[in-house]
């Protein structure tokens, strides 16, 4: 019997050995891999994304997120016939917010700042992190709803702390725990991702759903359609000024107005082959 017992406890030991060999590059390379590989995600130079957004309630707003290279952002939030804006030009941070009559661009308040700087990060945190000032620490298993998932810390640049929670099957992330002080405070959130799919050789999530950790009261986006290197204006992440009028483009592009839209698409290619996607959450 003493031997027997000797025998389990051995793998007992090997097991956990294993698993904590893992580290945080094994995963993040895993994740690389898995979503499409970094050729094809360098081969993305705009993201175009539109959906809804879901607040609870029967409360629904249309949303559009768009992304270019190497850190711009323009999110629109519509509703009634009114688009709030939030934007980011990788240098200067500025929103409309028309639902007070207020139709002037103005600075984002800090906390603002720092979220759509974040948002900016157009591979997000785990790609190429060291180049980018963050750092990545392997934390253990925890359990998502039932399930074991391996656990990232990641501290970003600007101090910030986040947990990615990464499936163990594709090393996807199932869930992002984000701490953020707003007003002075520090408060927890938690996001939920889901539903992959495939563009231009490349798996996103399409659907995220948010909150106060421990909270039941969530908030969800559901991305319709993303699509991938679609022209996108420099102008659409600038700052207009006040009387509307935009500035110059500051790579020689036509200037537009905050609400104009960009140029008519080019004719897009054919997809590429279909790839077989992950199983589980992940689907096209």
Do not use: H
Request: hydrophobic content about 30%.
């Amino acid at each position: 019997m003493r031997r027997v017992s000797l025998a389990l406890e051995s793998i007992i030991v090997i097991c956990a050995l294993s698993l904590s060999a893992q580290t945080a590059d094994d995963i993040i390379a895993k994740y690389v891999k898995t979503i499409g590989g970094m050729e094809k995600i360098n081969a993305i130079t705009t993201l175009k994304r539109s959906g809804k957004f879901e607040g609870g309630g029967g409360f629904e707003a249309a949303t559009r997120q768009e992304n270019k290279r190497p850190n711009m952002v323009r999110e629109e939030f519509s509703l009634q016939g009114l688009t709030g804006v939030n934007a980011y030009d990788g240098k200067t941070g500025w929103k409309i917010e028309p639902w007070q009559g207020k139709k002037d661009p103005e600075p984002l308040g800090e906390d603002e700042l720092k979220e759509i700087i974040e948002d900016s990060d157009f591979d997000g945190p785990l790609v190429n992190y060291a180049a980018k000032g963050n750092r990545v620490e392997y934390a253990g298993m925890e359990p998502v709803e039932g399930t074991d998932a391996y656990k990232l810390k990641v501290t970003l640049a600007s101090g910030d702390t986040r947990y990615y929670y990464m499936d163990t099957d594709y090393y996807v992330p199932i869930k992002i725990e984000t701490k953020r002080v707003i007003r002075g405070a520090e408060r927890e959130f938690e996001t939920s991702l889901g539903d992959y799919k495939e563009v231009n050789g490349v798996y996103f999530p399409y659907s995220f759903e948010s909150g106060v950790k421990g909270s039941p009261f969530k908030q969800k986006v559901t991305w319709e359609t993303i699509e991938a290197n679609a022209p996108i204006n420099n102008a659409r992440f600038y700052k207009p000024s006040a009387a509307g009028k935009a500035p110059e483009d500051r790579q020689g592009q036509p200037a537009d107005a905050s609400q104009q839209q960009p140029k008519p698409e080019e004719k897009k290619q054919e997809p590429p082959k279909e790839q077989k996607p992950p199983k589980g959450e992940v689907k096209r």
